[in-house]
């Protein structure tokens, strides 16, 4: 079976896993990765969920509008409205996974304070248009509207040749295990200015736990990893998965309820940061397969008349390789009986969500209809899928 999705460890992995005499590595981790992605700091928390939550608090903002977009991860709408502020989304624009640069203007009120900037799967937005609706509606209502560029699933992404994290104010970032990299678990905030770090920084002392057990847990939950995404036993996963049996560790929301996960205020810990650093150092490579995997599969589609993707862009860092298709589970069925796994990421628009109808403003039809036609097809490194006759 080969999986949607595997997250992309070797020997080097294993040795930053079990190097515990190795102290220090939260403040490396955050040096080098706002390094990396061409900011001056970075500060770790438990989840990308309590990132973006630390930010709007640190930024005083409560009661009111953040804009973001309805075909996202919902754990972005949770952080939203656990801070006491109002989730505003934006539907998706034609032919584009992100937001509709004409609905996010749209959707600029007085109350208006921050906007996600999404770039899914590793499409930029044009973060210069971005900046240019930002800037009209600040000069209009007065005050500053922040701008967080979402990057849980874009490391790295361009926009014409620039890093998106050089725009806006902040850049959030998840990394769990189903990310480019990962540090097992955890989320990161990137910022230039000095006194947004310093006071994430007095967030998390202040406000963030720390559990002695947590450590030995993310070595579990590694070695659980690895022995699950072995290729002689995921089968076994996938089947324990489609029964349901494995919610309690792949499922991250449910429904009708806007909650944070237990470990939500956790302080980030040294395994996480050892690992994250070692990923931090594959980065490029890991770049690299997942284009190369991604454009040998979005070629052979291009002819397709049943199935549309976007066309190869070296830009894109390829989280996902997402298609719509006219028949999603025609599509996953065939190469279930192939051996291959689909994936269905993200099945759900969040404003038709139980929990989120109160908070929906209209229709959001695009990104209702990716919700029912999206799938992703593997793109990890070291994958060996290829297109199949008949599908």
């Known amino acids: 079976m080969i999986p949607r999705l595997k997250p992309s460890y070797d020997l080097s992995d294993w040795k930053a896993a079990l190097s515990f005499f190795s102290k220090g590595n939260v403040q490396a981790f955050e040096d080098e990765f706002a390094s990396k992605f061409e900011c001056a700091h970075g500060v770790m928390?438990?989840?990308?969920?309590?990132?973006?939550?630390?930010?709007?608090?640190?930024?005083?903002?409560?009661?009111?509008?953040?804009?973001?977009?309805?075909?996202?991860?919902?754990?972005?709408?949770?952080?939203?409205?656990?801070?006491?502020?109002?989730?505003?989304?934006?539907?998706?624009?034609?032919?584009?996974?992100?937001?509709?640069?004409?609905?996010?203007?749209?959707?600029?009120?007085?109350?208006?304070?921050a906007i996600l900037v999404t770039h899914l799967w590793g499409y930029a937005m044009d973060v210069e248009r971005v900046a240019e609706i930002v800037n009209r509606a600040e000069k209009k209502y007065g005050h500053k509207i922040y701008v967080?560029?979402?990057?849980?699933?874009?490391?790295?992404?361009?926009?014409?040749?620039?890093?998106?994290?050089?725009?806006?104010?902040?850049?959030?970032?998840?990394?769990?295990?189903?990310?480019?990299?990962?540090?097992i678990f955890g989320g990161m905030v990137l910022c230039h200015d000095q006194t947004t770090s310093e006071n994430l920084r007095t967030f998390r002392q202040q406000h963030c736990r720390r559990d002695r057990s947590k450590s030995f847990k993310r070595l579990l939950y590694f070695v659980a990893v690895n022995v699950a995404f072995n290729h002689l036993v995921y089968g076994l996963v996938h089947f324990l998965e489609r029964n349901g049996w494995l919610d309690r560790f792949v499922k991250y929301y449910e429904e009708g309820v806007i909650a944070f996960p237990a470990d939500w205020d956790l302080l980030p810990c040294e395994i996480e940061a050892r690992v994250g650093r070692n990923q931090l150092r594959k980065y490029d490579r890991i770049i690299a397969d997942r284009q190369k995997q991604s454009r040998a599969i979005i070629e052979p589609l291009e002819t397709r008349k049943d199935i549309w993707c976007l066309p190869f862009d070296p830009d894109c860092t390829y989280s996902h390789l997402v298609a719509l298709a006219e028949d999603r589970s025609r599509w996953m069925n065939f190469y279930l009986r192939h051996g291959v796994q689909l994936g269905m990421l993200i099945e759900y628009s969040i404003p038709y969500m139980k929990a989120y109808r109160q908070y929906s403003r209209g229709d959001y039809p695009v990104s209702k209809s990716y919700s029912e036609r999206a799938i992703n097809f593997p793109t990890w490194p070291g994958c060996d899928f290829e297109l199949k006759e008949g599908s």
Not at 65 to 73: F, G, S
Not at 148 to 156: E, K, P, R, V
């Open 45 to 113: 928390f438990a989840h990308g969920r309590t990132a973006l939550y630390a930010l709007l608090k640190v930024w005083g903002l409560e009661h009111s509008e953040v804009i973001c977009p309805a075909y996202t991860c919902v754990v972005v709408a949770d952080a939203i409205v656990l801070s006491s502020n109002i989730p505003v989304f934006v539907d998706c624009g034609e032919g584009s996974f992100n937001m509709s640069y004409e609905g996010l203007e749209a959707a600029l009120t007085e109350k208006t304070r």
């Open 148 to 183: 967080i560029q979402d990057c849980a699933h874009s490391y790295g992404a361009r926009w014409q040749g620039k890093m998106v994290t050089r725009f806006g104010d902040a850049s959030i970032f998840g990394s769990n295990i189903a990310k480019i990299i990962n540090s």
